[in-house]
């Protein structure tokens, strides 16, 4: 096995050396110096120093991990700086380095025509990048390469430098990729891994075709994406494909899930007896409505069943609905997918998707394994090329470009003050349109609704996805008419946008029976509480008065005429300035005390 001192050798898989000095020696005769006279001195005297720094490195992260957990927060302050200002110095020495490299470099190739096809080496410009402040744009399909055993480890996954090609690893995507494990999993993010991809579909479909096989069972929660569902439905339950069963549970709790599973159990009784397996997929919050799913207890659920558990969190957020942070590993999902195109972005200007899980199931160096305890808590051993980076990723090509992941990680800089305004925005609106006889508001926030309790059971701060649908098919009077609808919902631009996708800054509105969720059939689309005048708003960042009052105007312009009196359901304008006040105090003071006390911050 390769000790660490030996992983700086160009011959590190096939050296014998075992101290600094003979590997340096060894490394001179590699690349043909004479030891004896002054470069080779030199550069003796430097490889000597490098590898002695690498075993000192790796003694230093010994020690780290030995300690970091008894340390006071002064010592951690103090350990992190001493341990910063070794990389600035690690830096300078490498930008030292490239003085005579740059000048060997001309030597060599300047002068001769055709040079600029090269292009400018990039070792000499791209040290300085190391001090950025933000995470720079590698804008590179190709990666250079040490040597030819660094490379054959490279192609192995056993030399993280060396990132190949961006088809499969991009400095900046990875960047993203660990600071969503960080966002989501937060004091268990070491145990998780994330890879992106280039849409949240994507990511689904990836995870999905690395995990189902033909003939296997995926229980799904009702109200799922619309193009989730045809994907399951369509493409993966297609004989032709993999013959996927697919079932719907209906319900938000674990009682719900658990009848639902054993009866999905009898039903393909055959198909596990052929050893086939159940996959529960879940979102939570879900689309279009913004339900609250028990994915704990679900999750619990399913592990004592065997099956792994998918969710998609992508309408909660990290910060609204944290699926990851749960002291129990039962009760935490094996993979949960995000769709960076929405909130996590926030911008509208991307699509881009990840998909997280254990580190074990996500990657392993070729030829490596893994033991770890399954979902029923039995000893369970993962080969490499079971992990979702060798089976899937890595032959697919559904990467993540850098200038996506860079502006994904622009948006996360924002976005928990973004999700909390939401949530104001969205329990005052919600509750607004609830008080009006006429709409119907399928929404969480409202207190009442059957899925209020999980919303205020698992949401952070009690707060509701920014998410939620509404119907004007009448409370005590006949529907509206479906021609009065469409001008309606036609005249609700400027204030309103009328477009796809959800997330944005901006308040948007679509109809999931035309749009989101045009997929479903109509006996679909009924079970999932969809019915052809079902508006999905997805709230955004404006003063949600300014909504409603468009709201009222739209309506008097088109609704009025057809259904005398329809306006005067509206609560006062007193009233809806009171709830916004009331709501917005009331969120802020649950934030502020939410918050540590400065005795724990300063500990």
Known sequence: MTTPIQQLSPLRNTTSAQDAESLAAEQLSHFGIDPHGDYGQALFRLACTLYTAQAATFDLWRVTLETLDGLDRSDRIAYFNAKRFVSFQLAKILDCLQNPLRRTYQSINVRERGFACKGAYPLFDNVAAIFSSTPVITRTATYLFAC??????????REPLLEIYSRLLNPTSISLANHIVDLEAGGMASDYLAWNFNSGMAAIDGLLAHLVGSRDVVLSSRNIYGGTYQLLHDWYGKKSNLDLAVE????FDGAAFADALQATRDKYADRLAEGRRIYVFLESPCNPHGNVLDVPEI????HLNGSLVICDATVGTPFLCPVLRRTEPAERPDFVIHSYTKDLCGSGTTTAGVVIGRSERMFLPKGASAAIDGPDGKPETIPWDETLFWNVYYVKGAFLDADKAFEVLSG??????????????????????NAHPDINVHSPAVDGHPNAALRRKLMYLELPAPLFTIDLQGGGRPPIPQEVFKRFFDSLEPAVGLQVSLGQTNTLALCPALTSHSELSAEA??????????????????????LIAHLLQAARLFIEPACAGFCAGFPQAEAIDALYRETYLDVHRRFILAQPDFAALAG
Do not use: C, H, Y
């Open 248 to 251: 719907w549970f209906d319900g």
């Open 148 to 157: 030819t055993e660094w490379v054959e480890d490279a192609f192995k996954g």
């Open 525 to 546: 689309l009924a079970a999932a509480g969809i019915t052809p005048t079902t508006i999905r708003i997805s709230v955004g960042l404006e003063d949600p008065r300014v």
């Open 412 to 433: 996360l800089r924002t976005f928990e003050s973004r999700m909390l305004q939401k949530g104001i925005n969205t329990l005052v609106l919600a509750r607004v349109l």
């Open 299 to 302: 999750s619990r659920i399913a």
